[in-house]
């Protein structure tokens, strides 16, 4: 109950937050240089095409009016029109947000299990050749830029090896799967289409392991830390000065006390690997949140970045969310 209690607090107090995004947001896209009118017709349109599309997307109105139009539209869940395609911005979203989520939630995933295994396994020999070994993988994970490491994997995994499928999608069109989220390992899970699944994953495998490299290092830095300062620790060398069973030492104590900081370092990476995901999606063609979300601010399409925004806002807001309960579950001195 008192879990409870704070999450319906908390997704209270998400709603001024998420209305401070939205004036930022609304405001700051216009004051960037450039016309999303003009980005979509061309320096040749006339005066009279320019104004008619204006007046199209409500652009020609005061900006008091188009803002008040903007949270109108909100709270019935219209995101308003895209400037770039004419279509709904909440069905475009709707398309991209599932493949994006799929990748990096597979990935965060995959790193936390890494990070916390190898970690403990460092922190557990440390200064030795494995500790060593872990900390340099730690330091090339975190300095390698995704775009490069992306390219590097398509150049060796696909064109050398011809193990994984070629940069161009995210699953086989021959496998005649049935969108329904986006995701295609949910997809064809839901739909019970072998061979999709498959080829979903195969698409997923390169994709996946970039993003595991980039955000497993910080994980692991910080994990092995955790652990070291357990390890160092009074309570744990009495504990083990007591005789107790290695087991119990280390699930009871180092692991446990290990993991307490790690959900809000994998909340803050799970955020940021939403909105960097776009690098990764361009070298390997992913077509999600992220490519959309940077085409819209390209040509300034106001309703696609607004909306994008808001999104990662909310993702931020609800990670961090699920964060303190799952440290006020590993840790009963928090009081939430």
């Known amino acids: 109950m008192r879990i409870l209690r704070f999450v319906v607090r908390r997704l209270l107090q998400l709603i001024p937050v998420l209305l401070g995004v939205v004036v930022l947001t609304f405001l700051i896209v216009r004051v960037l240089p450039g016309d999303p009118v003009r980005s979509i017709l061309g320096q040749s349109a006339t005066e009279a095409d320019v104004e008619a599309a204006r007046a199209r997307f409500g652009l020609d109105q005061p900006l008091w009016r188009q803002f008040l ?25 709707a398309l991209r947000i599932g493949p994006t989520l799929e990748l990096v939630v597979i990935a965060v995933s995959i790193a936390l299990v890494v990070a916390t295994v190898l970690g403990v396994w460092s922190a557990r020999r440390a200064n030795s050749v494995g500790d060593h070994g872990v900390r340099i993988f730690a330091l090339v994970g975190n300095s390698v830029p995704e775009f490069w490491l992306g390219l590097v994997l398509v150049l060796v995994g696909y064109s050398m090896l011809g193990w994984f499928p070629a940069p161009s999608g995210r699953v086989d069109p021959d496998t005649n799967l049935t969108p329904l989220t986006g995701a295609g390992l949910v997809d064809a899970a839901l739909t019970g289409n072998g061979p999709a699944l498959a080829s979903a994953a195969a698409y997923l495998a390169l994709p996946v392991f970039t993003l595991v490299v980039g955000v497993m290092a910080p994980l692991l830095r910080s994990v092995r830390a955790s652990a070291l300062e357990v390890l160092n620790s009074e309570a744990y060398t009495a504990a083990a000065a007591h005789g107790l069973p290695q087991r119990t ?7 446990r006390s290990t993991l307490l900081r790690l959900p809000a370092l994998a909340a803050l990476v799970f955020g940021t690997a939403i909105g960097s995901t776009v690098l990764v999606e361009y070298v390997f063609s992913w077509q999600g949140f992220g490519q959309w979300a940077l085409r819209g601010l390209l040509y300034r399409d106001y309703p696609v970045v607004q909306a994008s925004v808001v999104v990662i806002a909310l993702c931020y807001v609800l990670v961090f969310l ?7 579950i590993l840790d009963p001195r928090v009081r939430i």
Do not use: K, N, R, W
């Open 249 to 255: 030492l280390l699930y009871g104590y180092l692991l």
């Open 69 to 93: 139009d903007y949270l109108g539209g909100l709270v019935t869940g219209d995101f308003g029109t895209s400037i770039q395609s004419g279509g709904p911005v909440g069905a475009e979203m």
């Open 322 to 328: 699920i964060a303190d309960v799952v440290h006020a």
